[in-house]
């Protein structure tokens, strides 16, 4: 199974200036690892859960389209990601929009100056937000920024958000 694109453009080429491809191997083969692992017990077709990823923004939210890694994520951790129709990285998005696609599960995107726990409050608090799926039912996962972002610990965040959709699943 493959890994975030991020993941690998990071390593594989950095293996040979530093002259440590034996490590850099393995550890690339562990990443392949936990990514097939968490997509082989991942819900396909139409038993994945809708997902959106918030990022900051009262406003107007600002969240990943498809050329974005939480993209990549999500749709790894057997997600559907209700903004993959956005031909964007990073970009903001009318509540209404996520409103219409109700998702049943919020990604929070942890970092910067709005801790995870003061955006859960706000969606929780935010009223047009009272009828959306993940709302109604609590299902809001927290993820860091180096999840999302390039990085090595893009498969964990798959593996992570999997278990956490298979969980909200039952």
Do not use: C, Q
Not at 34 to 53: H, I, N, P
Not at 90 to 113: A, Q
Not at 148 to 156: D, G, I, K, T
Request: hydrophobic share 35%; charged share 35%.
């Amino acid at each position: 199974m493959a890994l975030p694109r991020s993941a690998l453009r990071n390593l594989e080429p950095r293996k040979k200036i530093f002259d440590v491809e034996d490590r850099a191997s393995t550890l690339i083969t562990s990443f392949r690892k936990e990514v097939a692992d968490a997509r082989s017990r991942a819900a396909t077709g139409d038993d994945r859960l809708r997902v959106f990823l918030y990022d900051d923004g009262k406003d107007k939210p600002l969240t990943s389209g498809a050329y974005a890694g939480p993209h990549d994520i999500i749709t790894k951790a057997g997600g559907d990601h209700i903004m993959k129709d956005l031909k964007d990285s990073w970009t903001t998005v009318g509540w209404e929009t996520v409103v219409d696609r109700d998702p049943e599960v919020i990604v929070i995107n942890d970092y910067g100056d709005t801790g995870a726990d003061e955006k859960r409050k706000f969606l929780k608090s935010y009223k047009p937000l009272a009828g959306v799926s993940a709302i109604k039912n609590d299902r809001i996962v927290v993820l860091d920024y180096v999840d999302l972002v390039e990085s090595p610990r893009n498969p964990a965040a798959i593996s992570s958000l999997a278990e956490d959709l298979r969980k909200f699943a039952r």
